[in-house]
């Protein structure tokens, strides 16, 4: 499995960027795709989740209102869009899908990251 991420880069406070995930070679079915993100000294936090199927999402407390995570199912793809950007939501931010292998259970898969920087 492979996610490429892509849309990262340096904004100023205030503005907006948006994060696409493309995940290919899956070969179970997925329940859902999302983002965590991790700042310098910091643990990882989720930033936002979606399920497939029903699409259902949920965000990070510090970024709801904010942002908005979408899906393509049919593509394997999901898209963040980060309005109102904070220096504190400098971070470098993980793509990842989960699902259910019929053999081998529960698979998770991260992506590499993308730097996303606010300047103040």
């Known amino acids: 499995v492979q996610l490429v991420e892509s849309g990262g880069g340096l904004v100023q406070a205030g503005g907006s960027l948006s994060l696409s995930c493309a995940a290919s070679g899956v070969t179970f079915s997925i329940n859902a795709m999302g983002w965590y993100r991790q700042a310098p000294g910091k643990q990882r936090e989720l930033v936002a989740v979606i399920t497939s199927g029903g699409g259902s999402t949920r965000y990070g407390d510090s970024v709801k209102g904010r942002f908005t995570i979408s899906g393509d199912s049919a593509k394997n793809t999901i898209y963040l869009q980060m309005n109102s950007l904070k220096p504190e939501d400098t971070a470098v931010y993980y793509c990842?899908?989960?699902?259910?292998?019929?053999?081998?259970?529960?698979?998770?898969?991260w992506g590499q990251g993308t730097q996303v920087t606010v300047s103040s």
């Open positions: 990842y899908v989960e699902g259910l292998h019929y053999e081998r259970g529960f698979l998770d898969y």
